[in-house]
């Protein structure tokens, strides 16, 4: 493994609350994700990405924090988490939490402070303004849920700003006291043994926010700082930021000094979500050719971060309101599927139809596409929905380990748990579970294993060049390499149905012993590279040499 380790990650999502309960009061803590742990290093799990673990009043899921050095009560304790950093590392997985420090919960001493005088000390922590704003209604994060971006508080008697719910106060950045702050919060838990930062919300932690001004300007030199002050805290921390922007605004965001990235390591690629919704949705892989083919080139020790599927809705905001639709039609056609305008609040199995060959055929190609992947919790065996519950909370029900009473998650009685687990239908827990899987060697998560074991002999994919191969090809398939010290992979993804033959022979020169690696079922060998057979929804990796000698 190079040293840049997120490069060649293979990160795992989840949130504590809903994983594993150890002491069955009914929420997941840290003791019950350490009693996981082995089961994330046979998955082959190199990373875990914790949604926030701090105390909360979780009107956010976590994302409204009262305390950032201390992790939620209901959790556990900061011995625990010290003990679940040594107990993951033990097994070399490395440990990245979530930092969101754009916004505080109200619920926050400092802002219950910052509201109850004007001569708080943490007044000017906050982003205030005497009068209404004319912006007051403009720029909402999450619009049908969320009204206005500046509220009137009573005791404050002066307007406050949040991007997102009101009860989210936005932190002034531009406040050199909350800078020092934050650093103060990253080097805390780097101190810890947390091996970087999810970073929530970046693109607003950076905003110069004035009152009537809905596009602030964008102060980029804050990331260099904050960049600088955790690299020489942990020199191989890394910071892995949602910043979901245009992409011709994404290269500000990795920063570029000499050609190296001097700010965010690694950003989640929202722009190949949306494309890889709307390939999968046609059955057509052109989309993710654009894809490949618009994304700005990165700086040295730049990195995408890749996903499916994470802890919100699906957001197809950089899609057009056409291409949405046809995506709506496909995955989300029920309104109830869906938040508002704003994506689809759904787990991949379903909107796939429960179709193994395809949850293959979607994960194979993020897998193979360039970057570091992120895979959700659950998603791995295949889990549902419920869409009985409010909002984004439909994806964020327990993990589902076994048939036992709440699907193993917890022995609380089930009224007590934090959400309740899924136990009707095709993706109920007697279904859909991590043990009935376990005794099945032909179960999607023997596949997930077999799949994520083959990446990690397959560093090209991480942190080499990926490009399309552009030769003619039959509808829906799409070929493409990563080129890489250790050598060469091709991969071909048959997004449509019909089973297909493709050449590949301009390519044999370079080949040395090519072979099949993962592939979705037993093909013929490679052979000259020139009929290589492929069934619909079918995929194929193929080394096409190795170089030993990197
Ligand atoms: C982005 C997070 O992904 C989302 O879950 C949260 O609601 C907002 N940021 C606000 O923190």
């Not at 994330?40 to 673990?53: D, E, N, Q, Y």
């Not at 531009?174 to 091996?195: C, H, Y």
């Not at 809705?313 to 704003?342: C, K, W």
């Not at 043990?435 to 998560?445: A, E, F, G, N, V």
Request: charged residues 25%; contains cysteine.
């Amino acid at each position: 493994m190079s040293d840049r380790w997120y490069s060649e990650a293979v990160v795992y999502c989840l949130d504590i609350d809903t994983y594993a309960d150890s002491d069955g009061d009914g929420v997941g803590d840290i003791r019950g994700l350490i009693g996981r742990l082995d089961y994330l290093a046979r998955l082959g799990v190199t990373c875990l990405w914790l949604h926030p673990i701090h105390p909360s009043p979780n009107d956010d899921d976590g994302y409204d924090v009262t305390d950032f050095y201390n992790v939620d009560p209901r959790f556990g304790t900061l011995g625990d988490f010290a003990e679940l950093l040594h107990q993951a590392s033990n097994r070399g997985i490395r440990v990245i939490i979530d930092l969101v420090v754009n916004h505080t919960s109200d619920q926050h001493p400092w802002f219950q402070s910052a509201r109850s005088s004007p001569d708080s000390p943490y007044r000017d922590w906050y982003v205030w303004s005497d009068q209404e704003p004319a912006d007051r209604y403009q720029g909402m994060v999450f619009p049908g849920e969320q009204h206005e971006t500046w509220t009137y508080d009573r005791a404050a008697k002066a307007w406050y700003y949040h991007r997102f719910y009101k009860f989210q106060p936005d932190l002034n950045t531009t406040n050199p006291a909350v800078r020092d702050e934050i650093k103060k919060i990253m080097s805390f838990w780097i101190q810890l043994g947390v091996a970087g930062f999810r970073m929530d919300a970046v693109p607003f932690i950076i905003e110069r926010t004035e009152p009537g001004d809905p596009n602030p300007e964008l102060d980029f030199e804050f990331l260099t700082d904050l960049r600088q002050h955790v690299q020489w805290r942990r020199g191989d921390a890394v910071l892995l930021a949602e910043a979901n922007v245009e992409p011709d605004n994404l290269p500000a965001f990795f920063g570029d000094s000499g050609g190296s990235a001097n700010r965010l390591h690694m950003l989640f690629d929202f722009m190949l979500n949306g494309r890889l919704m709307l390939a999968l949705a046609r059955q057509d892989p052109e989309p993710v050719v654009e894809a490949l083919r618009d994304t700005p080139a990165l700086p040295q020790g730049g990195q995408w971060a890749t996903f499916l599927r994470n802890h919100d809705e699906i957001d197809l905001s950089r899609l057009t309101a056409e291409q949405r639709n046809e995506v709506y039609a496909q995955f989300g056609p029920e309104e109830h599927m869906r938040i508002y305008d704003r994506g689809i609040r759904r787990r991949l199995a379903p909107m796939l139809g429960n179709d193994r060959r395809r949850i293959e055929l979607a994960y194979s190609l993020q897998f193979a596409l360039r970057g570091t992947p992120v895979l959700r919790y659950g998603e791995e065996i295949g889990m549902g929905e419920d869409l009985s519950l409010d909002g984004r909370e439909a994806i964020r029900t327990p993990m589902q380990w076994s048939n036992q009473p709440n699907a193993g998650f917890s022995t609380a009685e089930p009224e007590k748990l934090v959400r309740p687990v899924i136990d009707k239908g095709e993706f109920g827990y007697e279904k859909v579970n991590v043990t009935l899987q376990r005794r099945d060697r032909t179960s999607l998560l023997a596949w997930f294993e077999r799949m994520i074991r083959t990446l990690r002999e397959a560093p090209e994919i991480g942190c080499g060049s990926t490009s399309h191969i552009d030769v003619p090809m039959p509808p829906g398939v799409l070929a493409h390499r990563a080129d890489g010290p250790t050598g060469t992979m091709v991969f071909l993804h048959n997004l449509g149905t019909a089973d297909a033959e493709v050449d590949l022979s301009r390519l044999q020169p370079e080949a040395d012993l090519p072979v099949d690696v993962l592939a979705d079922r037993n093909y013929d060998d490679v052979g000259k590279l020139d009929k290589l057979q492929l069934s619909g929804y079918g995929y194929r990796w193929i080394r096409l040499c190795r170089s030993w000698s990197h």
